[in-house]
């Protein structure tokens, strides 16, 4: 999240047996207000040059480097994608690449519009307390906030493929996906959109993660796996 959450030891073992990942990092990130976007970026790549100074130590295939995020983590993970394929973005963001690509990024029922938590600074209920805990002096500062809006700082040229996962059902962060898959889709960038209907169960936001023995989960997970091995295969 962007306030609280940590991925737990479990859940993370969990999740990669799951997703059949064999090597995987589970990052903690700085929470906002206590940071702001260029924190998180900052300590994110960090790990990325982290991974390559210990690829002999842990055997690490760099050809084969692929990040995932849900929720906010899914926003962080998307803006890393950005970051990455975009230079005066890593200037602003006083970061240097690793010396390898990232093959792949998934995004499960990721927020995606930073700008609109603005809005939720005078609204009621999760997108309300959101934004009021992050506060107006990062949500109103519109040199942080315009280096953190996807939808500015995409350069549409160089933007590598993402793999987006949604539900109807996701009270929180649904609109959100829709609108960035219209975007994607609208200036010809390469990606990857599904949605899944809850079937035998009700699902919400991160469905694939919250409950993941639901066979819409099970569903949602192997195409995540197929789509990982197929991009291990190019």
Known sequence: GFLTNTRSKIVQRETLNRLAIEIGLNVNYTHLPEGNFKTVVQELFTV????????????????????????????????????LTNEEEQQYYEVSPADYEIKGYVLSCPGTDIMALRDGLNEEGPAGFTAKSIGEEILMDDEIMGHADLYSIINKETFP??????????????????????????NNIAHVYKEYVGKENEIGHVFNIKNMDYAESIEANQDIVSYLQEKIGQ
């Open 48 to 83: 990325l040059n982290w991974v390559e100074e210990n690829q002999e130590a842990y055997n690490f295939d760099l050809d084969n480097v692929f990040m995932s995020g849900d929720s906010a983590g899914g926003f962080f993970v998307n803006l890393m994608a950005a970051v």
């Open 161 to 186: 493929e993402v793999y987006i996962l949604t539900t109807p059902t996701d009270s929180l962060l649904y609109n959100e996906a829709v609108k960035y898959d219209q975007f994607l889709s609208e």
